[in-house]
């Protein structure tokens, strides 16, 4: 009987692992490929958009420490400015590379991380030489293939676990092969933390009775952290020795501080020095060992075996041999006794594989671990859990599944399983009663921030402590005592639409970005202090647009996406959703457990700002809208447009690459400056930055009384194309919304239209073919062969590409229309019989809209140019080449170095490498970025003179003053004694 259930679990399992072996490669052949496009195929600025690189680098300062490595920490080249937004985290790995040759010239581990620099830890045997006159180093996050080699280890071992391990059991029940075992005997607890609420405690009794597993779920704010520290400490006053692991660094830090706070002295925390947070580093391995008396004496044994080796006597060979075996073999004593000592063992999952420290005491009955705790394991692939459930009797989960899923780069290798966790699996195996206790009271959010997420993830368990139900920010702020503790401000109908990006482009909303600069600044101008603001948006893109409107006036103020607050909460958090399109695709927010993660990082207060009709398309999303609208304070953006016009000068990032619609070629003014409130991203705006105009499209009709209207119109324009009428008045008390309506309609019915009028009176006029069809421009109402009526509608823009409610900013004309406009109108003639009077009044927009559809002179077949129309189009080239000088003669006239706006023309200086002018506190070549030119011109000056002078490189013939006084007194001498030689002889009296 027991071998027949053991081989049925032993293909189980078996059909497990060859699952997932080949999962992992798929996600192991997707991480090369993208690594490879990054080393060798994606320029800088593509890698900064795909959120891995920081580019434009200078070093700020080296210093040694961290046991034995060097912390090297960059910063922007441009002094103060803030690092561009990224997906780089402390702990990864990453290359640090020369930006001119994309040359690796070290790899290290990331230390510490702010918006304006980043920290890194590189090993002190690198043959890095760090350059602090260098202003283009790289820092590129990159993939190693160790996570792989372990995962796929941890596979193959538990494919060959012996039936009677010591893990057996457990790996049994996990795969649901067999039943839980029978409970331990209740037994009363003294419970070390006295604040436990009453569901706390349950899952810490519950977790201490199962013998094989045991799941903790703890929703957002519930103390899922401090009841598995209670539990851990619980089992280490039994005695047993526990290993504590979580996937990521940040979570193992929490659970060090905690621990750390209860006086737990005995515990030493895996991995890179690097990857634990500064105050938690003395409880590190390498901390620890430091601290070991034996430590003297490894360094004493490494200082005399530099000294031999420094001797160069071959003689010594076998002394050195002989200490080098010495070192090894005290420091393995040392690590041993250092782990053997420690009650808990903190690591990541990756960090506890067997081939690491662990692999001193796991082959050791009297020092394995007995139970393992995995927080966050929700967060986890299930064969990174597999790299230590092996070692254990006993595992304990805590996570929450309705939060943040583990990263996984392969689609393929997502939906095809992998993305599933073992807390998921678990759950779905047995009776929750049997293995899983929840923790339902909350101490983070007001009880109107917390119903929605209860409500909708957690079968309304959720309960607000009395603590936190209705605490406010007005309790903290009394200047805003009426700020409720949920804020909706709604773009919908608003025309602010997120850019018009490539489709692998993160997504960016600039009205949104300024939407949330108005309102974070507000409530700062009103007393709440910058650092208890946390903002939060999907896309980093938005973090990055959000950034550069807030980060330099207010640097306690953090910015950053969902990922980036997993774990945390603020006392107000401000939320940016982003996405606002025709279409209504909501995208990346389809994700339900990354909105959950948003919505729940705020305590006291939360304002969310979206278009509720795109974001609406998802279900999750619109539950969240209604209980918005019905628990929360709804607001138009339209009320925060008059402030948002302070961010209209605000740069766009310089990587962004926007859509290419059929006919329309991309701009490429530079730099690109943010629009005004009102516009769509897509429309072009002179004189401050060209956008892709997108190809016209049909409106789309949402409402029923859009449906409505537009049968009404079709109705009447419809009898008006049957009559005899020339043409139809329409009445002024239209919007414009409905006036592209009608556009679109009277186009469907092959009508012509035009806008007339201004303000209150403007108003649609529209004609049928037939009667304007033989329309002709006499003679004298030209002049010089240029049509007048055809240069004023040249000059409007389409009302088609302008949303409803937009009205365009009024733009000073160019030079060639300035002068056509001072020329003598003639006098005009009686019209010819069915002439209709083309009056142009009203909007740009209009005016161009009835130029596309009333084009003057068309005809069914294409006619060779007239005399006037070559002209005109001539015209037409000189007022664009008019406008390209233009704009070159106000960019000569400004400094070249970026984000300065500083006139060169009076003061300035030409660059001799690049020949770009500079004001003066840019003209340096290092400043502005010539420094790789200049040490090149150098070196070629030493080249040419055979050698190095100080200074420059450019050697200074000139003797010194004292040689060159001596050489004169030489010379002085010599002409002396010439002058005396060249005297003439004095003649004789005899001779006169």
Known sequence: MMSDQAGSSTETRDAFVETQLELLELEYQSELEKTKLYQSVLSPLELVREGVCIHKLRINSVRNGLFLRNLITFGSNQLGQNLPAHRITTGDIVSVQSGNNRETLATGVVYSLSSLSICIAIEKESKFEPDTDCYNYMVVKIS???????LKKAMENLRVYPVGGRSHHLIEVIFANQPPSDPFPEESIKFINQNLNPSQQEAVSFALSRRELAIIHGPPGTGKTTTLVEIILQLRAKGLKVLVCAPSNIAVDNLVEKLATCKVHNM?????????SPALQKFTLDAVISRSEEREIIDDIRKEIEDVRRGRSWNKRAEVR????????????VLRNSLRSASIILSTLISASPEGPLKHIIHSPEYQPDVLVIDECSQALEAACWITIPMVKKCILGGDHFQLPPTIVSEEAAEKGLQVTLMEKCLSHFDHDKVVRILTVQYRMHQSIMEWSSKSFYSNHLQAD????????????????????LSMIDTAGCDMMELDLEDEESKGNENEADIVAVYTKSLIEKGVDPAIIGIITPYNLQVELIRLRLSAEYPSLEIKSVDGFQGREKEVIILSLVRSNEERRAGFLADYRRINVAVTRARRHLAVICDSETVSSEPHLESLMKYLHDRGEVRSAHEFEPQMSVYKDIERPQHLRFKVHK????????PQKHHQVT???????KKERKLIKPAPQEMKVESERDRIFIQMIKDKIRSFSESDKPELILPAAMTSFERRLVHEVADKFGLLHISKGEGDGRHLVIWKKGASKDVEVPKEETE???????EELSNNESESSIKSGSEPEKEEKPKSEVKKAKKKKPKSKKKKKGQEDVKLSGDKQDAQASRKSFPVGETSKKKPLTKKQDLDKKLQELEEFDDIVEMVQKLDAVCFYINCSTKTKTLGQNCMFCMKRFCLTHSMPEIHGCGTAVRNYARSQVRKEGKIYPGTGQPNHLPDPFTRAGLERKLNKKLEAIVSKRKPKKKNKEDD
């Open 466 to 485: 009395d603590s936190v139900r209705t605490h406010l920010l007005g309790d903290i702020v009394p200047s805003i005592s009426t700020c409720p503790a």
């Open 322 to 333: 002989e200490l080098t075996t010495n070192l090894k073999s005290r420091e393995k004593e």
């Open 679 to 685: 516009h769509q991203p897509n429309t072009v705006e």
């Open 268 to 276: 030493v925390r895996l991995g890179h020095p690097a990857r634990a």
């Open 144 to 150: 190693n293939d160790v996570t792989h080699r372990r």
């Open 784 to 790: 010089n062969g240029i049509d007048i009526i055809d």
């Open 663 to 670: 006919n329309i070629s991309k701009s490429t003014s530079s």
